[in-house]
Structures are given as C-alpha cells and as structure tokens.
C-alpha cells in the first residue's frame, strides 16, 4: 500500500527519534561508568536569618520565615500536576464489559484507530514501522494524539479543577507526571459515573480510549502512585515527630576562626534557636533564645585595649567593630520576643519585650545579615540610625510598616525602649526614660532595580540626646552585581554617663560596597565596603576607618564557609592605634 508524502515524513521523524532513544539508554549509562560526573551548580544562598526580619517583604509576615523552614522535606515540585494531591489511583487495569460495568483485569479491546492531524482515520497505520511508546517519553507534546485525546476526555467531563485557570493549559508540553496526574483524575470522574449507574454508549467509547492511554502511560501512572504514597508516608512522619501544630523551631550556629595582628588566633560561636508561632497566616511570634562563648577577635581588642570600648562591636557610642557576633555570653538569655500581626493587608504591627531595630529599619538586600553577607554590623546598619545601645540588647516597644495600597511607598516606625523593665525613681528606666529610641523610615522603590530609603532616629541614651538623619540607597547594576550606600548625619549633646565625658558633636558616617553573586561559581555570594562609622573632631584625635571583603560558598542548604578579611585604622578613633588586619573564617550552621 503506497504512503503519501506526509505519512512517509512522520514515518522518517519516528523512526529518527527510536533511533535517538537507542542512543541515549546506551549512553547515559556509559557516560556514568567511563566518564567523571560534572559537580552540580551550587543553589543560591538560603541561611537561615539570624532574626525572622518581619517586614523584609511586605506582602506576608511569613515570608520572613526561611524558605527552608516553609518547605517540608516531602513537598511535591512545581512540575507536578496540582490535582495529584487529592486523586485516588488504582493501578490495576481495568475495562468495561458488555453490561457497562467495571471489570478488573479483563482483557483490553483492541485500541480505535487514531485520527490524524486533519481529524479524519488514519487507514495506514498499520503499515508504519513499531514505534515507541509514548511512556517512554519525556514530555507529552500538544502534537500527540495522547495529548490531544486527555484534552478532549477532561474537558468533556470537567475534570479541570487542578488547573489554577480552570482549562487545559493551552498548547504547552506537560511532563509524564503532570500528564498521569490528569489521566489518574480522569479515570477516577469515569469510574464514578459508571459506579453511580450512569450509562451512555460515548461513555464506553471515551472508556476504550482512555483505557489505551492507561495501558500506554502505565509505568508513569505506577510512578505517581508510588509518589504519593512517600508522600502520605513523608505527611505522617512528619506529623508524628512535629514539633508543635503551631510553632516551628529554627536553630544557627555561627562559629568563626580568626586570626589577626597583636592578638592571638580565637575561636567565637553563637548560637541561636527561634521559636516561630502562628495560629493564622497572618500572624508571627518570635521567641529567640541565644548563647555564645564570650569570644572576641583582634580588631574587638584593639578598640578596648585603651581607654574606653567607644566604636566597638559592644561600644558605647556606636558600632563600628569586628565581627558582630563576638562578646555573647555564655549563658542561655532570651534576645527576642515580640508578636507580628496584619490588622489590615497593608499594615503590619509589631509588638514585644524585647525587640531591635535592625529587624525593622535600615534593611538592604547587599548588607543585612552577618551570617550570609557581610560580618561587621557597621556594614549591617548605620550606627547613627540604628543605636548600638538599644539594638545589642533589645527592648520593649512597637514597630509599625505601612505599605499604602501595596504602592511602591512603604512607610516605618518604630519606638523600643532598653530600660523597659527598670522601675526607678531617678530621670533613667522605664518605658519612656532613657534609654530609648524612636525612628521613623520611608521608603521608595522606584523599581526592581533601586530603592531609596530616607531616615530619622531619636533618641536619649546615657543622658545623651541624640537627632540623626540617614540615607540608605541601593541599586543592581544587573544580576549579579549591586552597589549600596548608607549615609548619616547627627547631633549628640549632654553629659554621656557611661563615658563620663561632656558631647556637643556633629558626627557623620558613610559606607559604600558592591554584592556580587555567582562568582566563580554559582550560588556564591561575595562583597567588599569601606566606610567611616563615626566622623567627628569632638570624640578622638583621628576617624576610624573599616574595610571588608567576604566570599560566601554554600556547601549545602544547611552548611556555608565564608572566608572574611577585615581591615581597620584608627581603631576607637584613637590614631595611637596601629592598622589592625584581621582574617576569619565563618562557618555557618543551620537548620
């Protein structure tokens, strides 16, 4: 029997692509055994917080939570098809008898004969050479007469409910999960008809195709059976050793080696666990519970070795130190504790016994965290916007965000008080007596690519009363690499008790430095800044000045190292101070 030109094509492109499957079953397993296996790309940076930001994304408190906490280790993958979640599968074959009725492992009848692209039979299919089974196939293409038959089947009885857009998912290729999930729901909307006593003669006819795309698609449907039953064994375990219904534990450890000039090689840690509890998705409270090992590094040395701990990761006046986890006590204490809710979708209020500020102001997304990003909280946040007094140990207060309309405008506000807790008779202690701070910030992002923050901090610390305005401005010069800069300009005046020593100053600070990401090798993190933190002729005889290099390698999702050189001149602003360097190397921890 003669083929005509278009059937000869098809017939050419199958037998191509059998010859092209021969060719991959042969070679992957050669390519396993004689050739080395390529490292995977390393994923892109997911350590967990070091304290759950609340409102580093606007449209839902608990996207603060890491994403390795909100994803369960059973979690099906984007490609699957929605509705394979809530489907029964059976997966013996099963046909139709002359009655009507369901028949398990009764013989198949012959399949129909397939139309071809114009809709009409194919009376030459027969003559075409075997071809392969469409279960063998990677993806389903909108060409194939599978993909079209479960088209028509799922739209006839309506079994588009998986699908967000309530239709087929227009002309796009479906993998063999996602197309076995909808042949799995189909069969089951069938065998209910049926089961219910539903009889009609297109049923049967629907009933010997979809029994041909079950026999064809068999292994795939075997495969998503087993899928979902790890699942439901994945949901169980996890129920049953879950640590509450509502509270979720997060824990980080941070231990660095460093090595520096005029003191001697240490070892810091810290140690962190957060408690995260909702009861609805619009709420979180925060318990955070931290301990440390008293460690300290060369540049913390410097900055106490003479005179007073002024600009130190500790300091009294701002910080401007080493790494910002040196000098944690020992001792278990509780460093956060407040309650984040949404009275309304674009407002968000937090409220709590201990709170600090880096939480809520100053955020940027090239230095914002010490254990991915940079490791100096001068790099972190702007000493004169966010006062070392108040965020080193946290306080009682509230913080506000507003984001009108869910506009590119997002407004701030906060007030935490250090001393909340001291009853005292004397001008110190209390909610609204020293030491306490106020902010307010607003923010603009004019796109993906800038945003531009404006801010303002009062307040009174040590009998000092302090006003400072701030600049906070990034912008992505593409993909991989951003620039950021933190700008302050302040006022301090009164008798500042804890230094004993009169200020009547202007101090100005600034920082600037690149992120890079995917450098080398992808998923890595890296960046370097130079910056001044405390600016003024009334504090010191010189200007401290702090530069940082980092590089972040993830080894996993759950362990990262990161090698840091720091260097810093006029430690204290004291020009007595000889230029310390500093190197470490962070290991982080998390889970």
């Known amino acids: 029997m003669e083929l005509s030109v278009k059937q000869c094509l098809r017939q050419r492109i199958r037998s191509g692509n059998l010859w092209a499957w021969s060719l991959l079953i042969w070679g992957i397993p050669s390519q396993i055994i004689c050739f080395p296996k390529a490292a995977n790309s390393l994923p892109s940076p997911k350590q ?93 293409q909108p060409s194939d007469w599978a993909y079209q038959a479960l088209r028509s089947l799922m739209e006839r009885y309506g079994v588009l409910s998986g699908y967000p857009d309530h239709t087929f998912g227009g002309n796009r290729p479906l993998s063999r999960y996602e197309f076995a999930a909808g042949l799995a729901a189909t069969m089951d909307k069938l065998d209910s008809l049926i089961g219910s006593g539903f009889r009609d003669e297109f049923i049967q006819q629907d009933l010997i195709t979809l029994r041909r795309l079950e026999r064809e698609y068999r292994s795939a449907l075997d495969d998503l059976a087993k899928r979902l039953n790890k699942m439901d064994d994945r949901v169980t375990r996890l129920e049953a050793h879950r640590f509450s219904a509502t509270t979720k534990l997060q824990g980080q450890a941070i231990v660095a080696f460093t090595q520096g000039s005029g003191a001697n090689s240490t070892i810091v840690s810290r140690e962190r666990l957060n408690l995260l509890t909702s009861f609805n998705s619009n709420d979180l409270l925060l318990t955070q519970l931290e301990a440390g090992n008293n460690g300290d590094d060369a540049i913390g040395r410097a900055q106490k070795s003479k005179n007073l701990n002024l600009l130190g990761t500790s300091g009294l006046i701002a910080s401007g130190g080493g790494l910002d986890y040196v000098d944690v006590d020992s001792a278990f204490k509780l460093r956060r504790l407040y309650y984040s809710f949404r009275p309304a979708s674009d407002l968000s209020v937090s ?71 001291v009853v005292s008779s004397n001008g110190s202690g209390g909610l609204f007596k020293d030491r306490y701070q106020a902010s307010a910030e607003v923010e603009y992002s004019l796109s993906n690519q800038l945003a531009l923050r404006l801010q303002y901090t009062r307040a009174e610390i040590n009998n000092t009363d302090i006003n400072a305005f701030g600049v906070n401005a990034e912008y992505a010069l593409n993909r991989n690499l951003g620039i950021f800069t933190r700008l302050g300009f302040g006022n301090y005046q009164g008798f500042n008790t804890a230094i004993n020593q009169n200020l009547d100053i202007n101090p100005f600070s600034w920082a600037v430095g690149f992120g890079i990401r995917n450098l080398g090798i992808p998923g890595t993190v890296g960046g370097i800044a130079v910056g001044q933190p405390f600016v003024t002729d009334g504090l010191g005889n010189s200007t401290q000045t702090n530069i940082e290099a980092f590089y972040n390698l993830e080894l996993s999702d759950n362990v990262s190292i990161t090698p840091i050189f720091s260097v810093v001149t006029n430690a204290n602003n004291d020009s007595s101070n000889n230029t310390i360097w500093q190197g470490a190397l962070r290991t982080v921890i998390s889970f």
């Not at 967990?48 to 603060?64: G, H, K, M, R, W």
Request: glycine content about 6%; proline content about 8%; overall charge negative.
């Open 351 to 421: 409220v709590g016994a201990k709170m600090s500020p880096r939480d809520f102001i100053d955020r940027n997304r090239y230095a914002n965290n010490e254990a991915v990003d940079f490791s100096s909280s001068f790099f972190i946040n702007n000493p004169l916007i966010v006062q070392n007094q108040i965020d080193r140990y946290g306080g009682a207060g509230v913080a506000i965000s507003w984001n009108p309309g869910g506009s590119a405008l997002t407004i701030r506000s906060l007030y935490i008080a250090a001393d909340a807790n």
């Open 48 to 140: 967990q917080e070091t304290a759950v930001p609340i409102f580093s994304q606007e449209n839902d408190l608990y996207e603060a939570i890491p994403e390795n906490i909100k994803q369960s280790a059973g979690e099906a993958t984007a490609a699957e098809f929605p509705e394979a979640s809530v489907i029964s599968l059976d997966t013996e074959s099963q046909s139709v008898n002359k009655s009507g009725n369901l028949n398990k492992n009764a013989q198949m009848p012959d399949p129909p004969t397939p139309a071809n692209e114009s809709g009409n039979p194919d009376t030459n299919i027969n003559t075409s050479p075997q071809q392969p089974s469409v279960s063998q196939l990677s993806d389903v």
